[in-house]
């Protein structure tokens, strides 16, 4: 039930127990003091009546005594008077039997032998007074209740049900994140007190929602710019190898160049130097931007990609300088297989494996990257759903990783490399990409052998 009703149906009985009690006590005390006025009135008129009777009873006789008490009966008082000569009564007693009220006083107290006089009255007209002032407080109660009531519930509508129910609409909707506008009730009680504390409340929620909003801003923008230092690190490692790809061609065209300046080519063969130049521009052109798409700084939450094309593209960052160390880098693919991630980040994330991979084999070795579709259990931990992933590893043939360093390897910062060789952010920006795209990472470590690292990212966007 609401409150405004509950507070009317309080009021009103409580109202309702007040006017009845006050009433039935006034009733009654009117009922006694009509009792008291008969009583009184049997006394006067008995008194008179038995001294009139024992003087007439002495003088003329009975029977005559007896006449005045026929001729009291005849006038309509409402009294019956009788005599009766047998009782003998010492004092008046008066009392009520069955409907009546009785009175009985001794005609003389001087001589009992004149018995006692009866005076009988109906207690109809109190009964008809007590009943009429009912009725007069049954209407007088419907009426103080009515108004009550209407005034009770206007009131309480206007002082309680207003102001809660704008309270209620407004904790709804800070329960749906809607903060901004003003209680506006004005009063000093309460309500108003809750009102002022709930804009108080609201103004904090929203100054907090800001602060949040900033420090995540800034967090993410932080995130941002270490992913594009690490990104730039990597292109710092390819640097060596990439200068290598560049060499060739560079050299090609240098040489072409100057059999063109130096007139040693002529007509068509001129028309041949001059293509082969451009060609060669174009592939370090190519390779170039290959770089430079790389290096660049892209957010690429919400983006989804083929894995298989950024797989494609991180070989090729990586074939220079893996062409030096000797090692042989293979991809097992399906020919497309979509991940809600960025081309940007899971080249990222795939770069970075592959770093580490050609670190970990300075003599030559194997890299594979294999894509596949899996059903996958998440760790309990993640609070993941199991269901349908796309499973990415990277595995190499190289030195592995020493036991004690495995459950420290996606820290920040933690590097067994020299000085200058790492930074120890490599394998903590894959897990924080990974993880912010919903996936997992996890590391199959053979010491001396290799280790394949899996990256787990689910089939479906997740918010
Ligand atoms: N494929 C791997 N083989 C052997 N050890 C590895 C491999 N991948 C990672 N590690 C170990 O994990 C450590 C942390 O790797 P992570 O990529 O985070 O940093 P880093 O490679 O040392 O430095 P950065 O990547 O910042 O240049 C490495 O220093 C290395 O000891
Ligand atoms: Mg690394």
């Given at each position: 039930m609401r409150i405004v009703p509950k507070l009317t149906l309080a009021l009103t009985a409580a109202s309702a127990v007040v006017v009845c009690t006050r009433a039935t006590l006034r009733i009654e005390r009117h009922a006694a003091a009509y009792e008291l006025a008969m009583e009184h009135n049997h006394r006067v008129v008995g008194h008179v009546l038995a001294a009139s009777m024992a003087e007439v009873a002495r003088r003329e006789g009975a029977t005559t005594a007896e006449h005045l008490i026929d001729v009291a009966n005849e006038t309509k008082t409402g009294l019956a008077l009788s005599w009766d000569r047998d009782r003998v009564s010492t004092g008046d007693v008066q009392g009520i039997e069955g409907p009546e009220l009785v009175s009985l006083m001794p005609v003389a107290k001087d001589d009992p032998r004149l018995g006692s006089l009866r005076i009988r009255e109906p207690l109809t007209a109190r009964d008809e007074e007590v009943r009429s002032e009912r009725t007069h407080v049954v209407y007088n109660l419907l009426g103080i209740l009515a108004v009550g009531a209407v005034t009770t519930l206007i009131l309480s509508r206007v002082l309680v049900g207003r102001p809660v129910d704008l309270l209620v609409q407004r904790a709804r909707r800070i329960a749906k994140g809607e903060l901004t506008g003003r209680l506006d009730i004005r009063s000093s009680d309460e309500l108003g007190e809750l009102a002022t504390e709930m804009n108080l409340m609201c103004e904090a929620l929203t100054e907090a929602n800001a602060r949040v909003l900033r420090e995540a801003e800034a967090r993410v923008e932080a995130l941002e710019q270490l992913r594009h230092a690490d990104r730039l690190a990597t292109v710092g490692k390819l640097a060596a190898g990439l200068a290598h790809e560049l060499g060739t061609p560079l050299a090609v065209v240098a040489g072409r160049a100057q059999m063109i300046a130096g007139h040693e080519v002529e007509g068509e063969a001129v028309v041949d130097s001059a293509k082969t130049i451009e060609r060669e521009a174009w592939r370090m052109t190519a390779i170039v931007r290959q770089l430079l798409d790389f290096a660049r700084q892209k957010r690429t939450l919400g983006e989804s990609s083929d894995a298989t094309e950024s797989a494609n593209r991180a070989i090729g960052l990586f074939r220079p300088m893996a062409e030096k160390q000797g090692v042989e880098l293979a991809l097992e693919a399906p020919a497309d297989a979509r991940v809600p991630m960025g081309t940007e980040s899971v080249q990222q994330v795939l770069s970075n494996l592959l770093a580490n991979a050609m670190h970990a084999m300075p003599s030559g070795g194997r890299v594979v990257i294999r894509i596949k579709e899996v059903r996958a259990e998440p760790?309990?931990?993640?609070g993941e759903k199991p269901g349908p992933y796309l499973r990415l590893d990277v595995a190499?043939?190289?030195?592995?990783?020493a036991p004690t360093d495995v459950p420290h390897?996606?820290?920040?910062?933690?590097?067994?490399?020299e000085p200058g060789d790492g930074t120890g952010l490599g394998l903590s920006v894959v897990y924080g990409l990974v993880r912010e795209h919903h996936g997992w990472v996890s590391v199959d470590n053979r010491p001396g052998r290799g280790v394949t690292f899996s990256v787990f990212l689910p089939k479906e966007a997740r918010s």
């Open positions: 760790p309990a931990e993640l190499d043939t190289g030195t592995g990783i390897v996606f820290e920040p910062f933690f590097t067994t490399k």
